[in-house]
């Protein structure tokens, strides 16, 4: 089994910046990767980022957060990082990082096989 547990989320303004943790503990050893992920009310799960704990620590971004968000990742803490900067209202959202265990599609909620409870962004105009 493996927990997830996410921070960093809040009400910022439009163009700050929020950095996102997600703190891993479990069987971590044999992950993947790691991705963030983004549910807006009414609407879908959306891929977010994600870092592959293999291929030298490969990064991938939805078009849409591509130059503006970063995605990282401490081994040693188990623990990976998103970090918003330039954020925009429509950033707003509850914000959840995933783990998964195979070498399904990265960019798709079904490829994960653990999920964190999420915490909410709120980007005000």
């Known amino acids: 089994q493996v927990q997830l547990v996410e921070s960093g989320g809040g009400l910022v303004q439009a163009g700050g910046s929020l950095r996102l943790s997600c703190a891993a503990s479990?069987?971590?050893?044999?992950?993947?990767?790691m991705g963030w992920f983004r549910q807006a009310p009414g609407k879908e799960r959306e891929f977010v980022a994600y870092i592959s704990s293999r291929s030298g620590g490969s990064t991938y971004y939805a078009d849409s957060v591509k130059g503006r968000f970063t995605i990282s990742s401490d081994n040693a803490k188990n623990t990976v990082y998103l970090q918003m900067n330039s954020l925009k209202p429509e950033d707003t959202a509850v914000y959840y990082c995933?783990?998964?265990?195979?070498?399904?599609?990265?960019?798709?909620?079904?490829?994960?096989?653990?999920w964190g409870q999420g915490t909410q962004v709120t980007v005000s105009s």
């Open positions: 995933a783990t998964r265990y195979w070498s399904g599609s990265a960019n798709l909620p079904s490829g994960y096989d653990y």
């Open positions: 479990g069987r971590t050893f044999s992950s993947y990767g």
